[in-house]
């Protein structure tokens, strides 16, 4: 299994926000980039230990969703 995502680092790109499970950053004028990070959110406290796979599967189910 890969190692998890806490935190992403797009030096290329400005980080807009950085929320708790998704970071945000910009991507021109009129786009955001959303990544979903490993991070677990409970009780509006991130937890210490992500979840290996959590932001791609929270990525998956958006896709089929939206």
Avoid: C, E
């Amino acid at each position: 299994m890969s190692a998890a995502l806490h935190t992403s680092q797009l030096h290329s790109l400005p980080l807009l926000a950085r929320g708790k499970v998704r970071d945000n950053y910009a991507v021109g004028s009129d786009r955001i980039l959303m990544v979903a990070s490993d991070r677990i959110s409970a009780f509006d406290v991130i937890m210490g230990q992500p979840i290996p796979g959590k932001g791609a599967l929270l990525t998956q189910m958006a896709l089929w969703w939206f």
